[in-house]
């Protein structure tokens, strides 16, 4: 199945060695076939997105006439996007998203990457300890915390605030192993020239070791926002309010609301869709390769 | 958090595995100048830990051996009563059960067809990034899309999967509504959402396997079938065994896809131990009980995480 001859491998960091110089294919028929079977199957993984897309571009009685067709009878229109966009709350459930989520990686970003500096650099009683929590941790599921969760929440009055919503999902043990693995193969000379000079661990951290983890920083940040931005059992437990309300819970309420208005909501479920996929677009590259470091450490 | 955790006998210098200062007094104060610097640098990430992982995980414990109501009623100690009754509770077997379903019915094509998709892919194919980008953005979606998008197609009059069926003359299937099919459309679902997660991990430990290695195979007059069977799939023997775990891990808690797609109908046919946990808590509003199967759940995980342990140490000894 593997020829010899593999073209430049897509996850392969700039800068790292080269792989063997291309030789004429060996098998070029096999690689036609495997390219044509890939295409297939590719145009099959976008028909829902295109099937959605039609959807949202057609009238109410359009979308909700027999035999379906891909090409509406009275045309194309953006009337269920204007009435979604008029009507509806999606751009608040954005910006309500994008700033819990934000806030969410930060947190994790900040708490997570100095907790993993303590345990990578520094001598402390109790680090192996605290190692070794942090990383059992990693097997309680979320889903068994959302009962005390809720209660805990009620009790300081938090429910239906942005507070239940950023401070329980800030916890990423996962995170936490993977900072630290990359901050062990960061050169301790270069730490140990600035004590000698008096500088602070403080210091240290964010004007040495920081600037240079960034690629490992911009994973997990990748990791965490899209998983933030995502998650729905816990944003959905904990608000009810319709203006607190991330996207993907918001469009739980709306399949309810709208009952059997397709193409309204079709046209929803792609604007909630749409700035993932335009950041995924800009910020390939990084985001698979953040995945791939990152995402065999457990989620 | 980190001074009431610092020992006050941090000048124990005996403690102190630094042995690049020579004098003892110097060699104490570094060691108690790292313990606080040491739980300083911790405490933020150990407050919230506490508060949110910590603390819920020992209040749930003990909210399982009591009545509550969401109402705040009955907190009383009840013992292991909640317990008792779980396990007596016909619909959290069956939800237990719908969840191991699903658990083994997606688990196998999401490695599956996670490793051929990356095999194909690597095989030096044009335009990378396209693939990537065909097979991984659903994995970008919310939840609520991907079920706004197959309820949709699942729709039985409506929806593209019965018209293709007609297409080719086979009469169509009530998707969502007929408990023999609706785990599978969920798992299909599931698939095209999911799936190219694994795909890219797959994808990076392929192109980390040393080209040598299939240069060599070449050389012997190996050809591409025998290179992959002998060759790719040996390699990746960890990264699969690490999808594996982390794929049946993640399909346990399924809850999302199924509650906004069938709600766990029909008739609970497809109703997972997470949406049982859920209904028992707040439409049943029995804290107590959703709480004590949040522990029944809680241990199956721990016995597989366990068994993963144990299967692990067994391969590398």
Redesign the interface.
């Known amino acids: 199945m593997a020829t010899t001859t593999l073209a430049k491998p897509a996850l392969r960091p700039k800068g790292s060695p080269a792989v063997a110089p291309n030789r004429p294919a060996k098998m070029p028929l096999s690689r036609i076939l495997a390219t044509v079977v890939v295409s297939v199957l590719a145009v099959g993984w976008l028909v829902p997105f295109a099937w959605a897309t039609v959807t949202a571009l057609k009238t109410e009685t359009d979308a909700a006439s027999t035999p379906i067709s891909w090409i509406p009878a009275s045309g194309f229109t953006l009337e269920a996007f204007a009435k979604v966009l008029q009507s509806g709350n999606i751009p608040t459930w954005t910006l309500n998203s994008l700033f819990t989520s934000a806030a969410i990686t930060a947190i994790t970003l900040v708490i997570s990457a100095s907790v993993a500096y303590a345990i990578s650099r520094i001598d402390f009683r109790g680090k192996r300890m605290l190692m070794g929590v942090i990383v059992a941790s990693i097997i309680i599921p979320p889903p068994v915390l959302i009962i005390p969760l809720f209660q805990q929440m009620q009790s300081l009055d938090l429910i239906d605030t942005y507070w239940a919503l950023i401070l329980p999902q800030v916890i990423h043990s996962p995170m936490v192993f993977v900072l630290k693995k990359f901050f062990d193969q960061i050169p301790r000379e270069l730490e140990e020239a600035a004590l000698m000079d008096g500088a602070g661990r403080l210091r240290i951290f964010t004007t040495i070791v920081l600037p240079l983890s960034r690629p490992i920083l911009a994973a997990v940040a990748i990791f965490v926002f899209i998983g933030a931005w995502n998650n729905f059992l816990w944003p959905f437990i904990a608000t009810n309010e319709s203006s607190l309300l991330t996207l993907p819970v918001g469009l739980q309420t709306i399949k309810s609301a709208y009952g059997i208005q397709y193409a309204q909501n079709m046209a929803s479920a792609l604007l909630a869709a749409l700035p993932l996929i335009v950041v995924f677009l800009f910020f390939q590259r990084q985001i698979i390769r953040g995945v791939a470091t990152t995402g065999l450490a457990g989620t | 958090m980190s001074t009431a ?1 610092t ?1 006050a006998s ?1 000048g124990k210098s005996s ?4 042995n690049d200062i020579p004098a003892p007094a110097a060699k104490s104060s570094r ?1 108690r100048r ?9 405490a ?3 407050v ?2 506490l ?3 910590v ?3 020992i ?2 414990a003990i ?1 399982s051996l009591t009545g509550k109501s969401l109402t705040g009623a009955n907190s009383g100690f009840i013992g292991l009563a909640n317990y008792t009754e779980a396990f007596a509770d016909s619909d959290m077997w069956r939800s237990l059960g719908n969840t191991l379903y699903f658990t083994l019915i997606s688990t196998v094509p999401l490695v599956v067809i996670a490793l051929a ?1 990356a ?8 335009a ?18 991907v079920s ?3 309820a ?2 699942y729709n039985p ?4 999967f019965n ?1 293709l069926l007609a297409k080719l003359g086979i009469p169509p299937v009530a998707w969502l509504n007929d408990p023999s099919v609706a785990m599978w459309a969920v798992v299909i679902a599931t698939v ?1 959402w999911t799936v190219g ?1 694994n795909f ?2 797959y ?2 430990a ?2 980390n396997i040393p ?1 040598q290695h ?2 060599a195979a ?1 050389l012997d007059g190996a050809g ?2 025998r ?2 069977f002998s ?2 799939l040996p390699q990746l023997g960890p ?1 699969t065994v ?2 594996v775990i ?1 794929q049946i ?2 399909s ?2 399924v ?2 896809q199924i509650y ?1 797609m069938t709600e766990g109908g029909p008739g609970g046919a497809t109703r997972s131990i ?1 949406q049982y ?2 209904e028992a ?2 439409t049943g509003y029995r ?1 107590g009980y ?2 004590a199967i ?2 029944v ?2 241990g199956l ?2 016995l597989i ?1 366990l068994a993963q342990v144990f299967t692990t140490r067994k391969r590398s000894a």
Do not use: C
């Open positions: 955790t020992p941090a403690r102190s595995r630094r060691s790292d313990d606080i610097h040491g739980w300083a640098f911790s933020p990430f150990l919230f830990f508060a949110f992982l603390w819920p995980m209040s749930g909210m998709l095999a194909l892919v690597n095989m030096g194919l044009p990378q990034w396209l693939w990537r980008l065909s097979f991984f953005s659903p994995y970008l979606l919310a939840s609520t899309v706004l998008f197959f949709w197609m009059e409506l929806g593209l018209d095209w997660f890219l991990l994808l990076a392929l192109q080209q299939y240069e070449s591409g079938w290179q992959f060759i790719s990264t690490m999808i982390l891990l993640a346990l808690k809850f999302d906004q997470v946990i859920f808590g707040f804290l959703s709480a949040s522990y759940f809680f995980i721990l995480a």
